[in-house]
């Protein structure tokens, strides 16, 4: 239902590694397995808070944690590695073992403050246990109807959301197509 926000996605993963760096230094890192949990989570109360997640796309619940498949491709696309350096464990290919810091300069541009304070403040509070969230469902694609149902907004709250993001897709298809 929330489609996946490339930009937004960019400038978030861009702050809470820049709050790495500035709590740990310059050259700290981190897993890809904390990233995508921060993002979750991010996304969940932004939901709350703006109807709306700051990154979007798709959510599998996996090892009691979330896993960002969008996100995940965007780490290792073009982007991001001319900004970023991504390091591999030879060790294993789990996301765990990919770790990630920051040589890019700050821009949140498309992130509004909450969003960024959401950030913020999902970082500093973090680590939340995923699998005790409502919503986890072990080995499962999240349903956002059902993220939604979960957090407790109403039905007909729930029907514009769903309304508003079928709308701006179908404007975004007319675009692509003209």
């Given amino acids: 239902m929330f489609r996946f926000n490339v930009k937004k996605t960019r400038e978030a993963i861009c702050v809470l590694l820049h709050l790495q760096q500035q709590k740990y230094g310059p050259t700290n890192y981190l897993s890809c397995t904390h990233l995508f949990n921060m993002l979750y989570l991010a996304d969940r109360t932004n939901i709350v808070e703006m109807e709306q997640p700051i990154c979007g796309g798709r959510v599998v619940f996996t090892n009691n944690n979330a896993f960002l498949p969008d996100v995940y491709k965007e780490l290792r696309g073009t982007y991001f590695k001319r900004r970023i350096n991504i390091i591999t464990s030879f060790n294993s290919t789990a996301t765990d073992n990919l770790f990630v810091y920051s040589t890019a300069p700050l821009s949140t541009d498309n992130l509004c403050e909450l969003s ?26 999240l349903e956002w109807l059902h993220l939604l149902t979960c957090l407790g907004i109403p039905t007909a709250l729930i029907s514009l959301i769903a309304s508003d993001q079928q709308r701006e897709q179908y404007l975004d298809d007319v675009l692509k197509n003209n």
């Fill in 116 to 141: 960024e304070s959401i950030l913020q403040h999902t970082y500093n509070n973090y680590p939340t246990a995923i699998h005790t969230l409502p919503e986890y469902i072990e080995g499962v694609q």
